[in-house]
C-alpha cells in the first residue's frame, strides 16, 4: 500500500493540519516508509507465540484484601463507625441534599 499527495493532503486535513505543498512533498515518504514497515510486520511468522501484555512477568506485589484482617481496622464495625454520624440513614451516612 501507498499514499500519494492527496491522500496526505486528506489525512493533513482529517488531523486539522495545515500543510504547504513541499511539507506535503516530504510527507509522502515518510508515510510510504511507515507503511512499508507494518507490512513487513505482517510477513513475521507468530503462530508460536502466546499473547502478552508486557515482555517481563508482571504480577501484583499487594496484600490479599481480607475483611476483618486487623480488629481494630479490618470490617464489621459499621455501627461503631456510624455512631459518630449527625444522622446516619439506613446504614449509611445522612447528607444536605445539594440538587435542587
Given amino acids: 500500500m501507498s499514499v500519494d ?8 486535513n482529517l ?11 516530504r510527507m509522502v515518504p515518510e ?3 511507515i507503511l512499508a514497515w507494518v507490512e513487513q510486520l ?3 511468522d507468530c503462530s508460536g507465540v502466546e499473547p502478552m501484555t508486557a515482555v517481563i512477568p508482571n504480577t ?3 496484600r490479599d484484601d481480607v475483611v476483618n484482617a ?17 444522622a446516619p440513614e439506613h446504614g449509611f451516612f445522612g ?5 435542587e
Fill in 5 to 12: 499527495k492527496e491522500t496526505v493532503a486528506r489525512i493533513a
Fill in 15 to 25: 488531523a486539522r493540519i495545515r500543510m504547504d505543498d513541499a511539507a506535503l512533498d
Fill in 31 to 33: 508515510l510510504n516508509n
Fill in 42 to 44: 505482517g510477513e513475521v
Fill in 60 to 62: 501484583l506485589r499487594l
Fill in 70 to 86: 486487623d480488629p481494630l481496622t479490618g470490617g464489621g464495625v459499621r455501627d461503631a463507625v456510624l455512631a459518630n454520624a449527625p
Fill in 95 to 99: 447528607v444536605p441534599k445539594v440538587i
